[in-house]
């Protein structure tokens, strides 16, 4: 049985320590190297006292690249195009580096980037795109959740789009801010980069791609709430057909349909996605609302990177995604 090697870079992050969780959990992944700034030098179990007791927790974490047949990049936006053309083999980038063409990455990022995108890692837009890929880039967290609710409808969405996401506290990483300070977050609710979200280019790359309109009009309020992990979105969709999202995601082993309103509970902790298409009651007119919800972290972060991993290797996109954690 082929195993492979895997060094996370940013491992003193919140999508590092999650990629720490499902690489520990991959029957063919192997931890056996971890970078960090500050945190160079620690042991991993001195940033995360769960794994105290375990011999990973022992890794000694260091301030450069470790040799490895994965690198999962789990840095700061600007920081990932720095260290990626170093690395051999394969590559996932976490941060927004490497998922946008120029000039719409400089627009959305503020700083602009030479190379040419990289393969946009959202399993859905088609396995067969990863043969002999080893540069894959991370869709965002809002970005996934969107694109999720949308695909099954890319062909024929409305000209303009209006979505509204709410977003847990992990999303904005590790390093405390005034928006992000505990006084500020909780029992609180604040929209922020109204209709300016570095998302929204992305979801216009995934529709496209999905055969949906070129330049579709995606108008999206995203919501700071007062959780830890998960996000919800949702997406007034006239003639949305819970028939078409369950033909789309038929036989995806991470993505759940339902004609009910979704429940962040059953995703947050895992790599899931619960996209829902919830009609009017006396089943009369046109309308439709789809939501999706997943954990920032999860789909929108480490598992995902583990899934595009599996699908580089050709191996099934859910391959070591199945232990969940604590159910409540
Ligand atoms: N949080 C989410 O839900 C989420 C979801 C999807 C994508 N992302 C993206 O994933 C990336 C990581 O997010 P995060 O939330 O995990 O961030 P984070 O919690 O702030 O962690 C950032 C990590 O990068 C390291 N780092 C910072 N500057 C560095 C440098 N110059 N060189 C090397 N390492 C450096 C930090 O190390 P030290 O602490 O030791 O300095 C830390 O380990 C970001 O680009 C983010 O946008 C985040």
Not at 161 to 176: D, H, K, Q, R, V
Not at 224 to 242: F, K, Y
Not at 268 to 276: A, K
Request: include cysteine.
């Amino acid at each position: 049985m082929e195993s492979l090697t895997v060094c996370i870079h940013g491992v003193s992050g919140y999508t590092g320590a999650e990629c720490v969780r499902w690489v520990l959990n991959h029957p063919r992944l192997t931890l056996t190297g971890a970078t960090a700034q500050k945190a160079a030098g620690k042991p991993l179990a001195a940033l995360w006292p769960r794994l105290g007791r375990t011999a990973v927790g022992q890794m000694v974490v260091q301030a450069g690249p470790v040799d490895a047949d994965v690198h999962l990049l789990c840095l700061p936006h600007g920081q990932a195009v720095i260290h990626a053309p170093e690395l051999r083999g394969m590559v996932v980038d976490l941060s927004g580096d490497h998922r946008l063409a120029e000039p719409v990455h400089s627009a959305a990022y503020g700083f602009a980037r030479e190379t040419p995108p990289w393969l946009y890692g959202l399993p859905e837009l088609g396995v067969e795109r990863y043969a002999g890929q080893t540069r894959v880039a991370n869709p965002g967290c809002f970005a996934s959740a969107l694109a999720l609710a949308l695909l099954p409808a890319a062909s024929r969405l409305p000209d303009v789009i209006y979505a509204t996401g709410l977003t847990g506290s992990t999303g904005s990483g590790a390093t405390p801010s005034e928006g992000t300070h505990h006084p500020m977050r909780d029992e609180n609710l604040r929209p922020y980069k109204v209709l300016a979200h570095q998302h929204v280019p992305e979801v216009q790359r995934a529709l496209a791609e999905a055969g949906g309109p070129a330049c579709a009009s995606v108008q999206f309020v995203p919501i700071s709430a007062p959780i830890r992990r998960g996000i919800l979105v949702s997406i007034p969709l006239p003639g949305a057909e819970i028939a078409q999202y369950k033909k789309f995601y038929a036989g995806n082993p991470l993505v759940t349909v339902s004609d009910q309103p979704p429940d962040l509970l059953s995703v947050t902790g895992t790599p899931l996605t619960q996209v829902s298409v919830v009609r009017p009651r006396d089943g009369n007119g046109d309308h439709a609302v789809v939501f999706s919800v997943i954990d920032n972290l999860g789909r929108g972060a480490a598992s995902q990177a583990i899934a595009n991993v599996n699908l580089m290797m050709g191996w099934p996109v859910d391959l070591g995604l199945g232990a969940f954690g604590a159910l409540v």
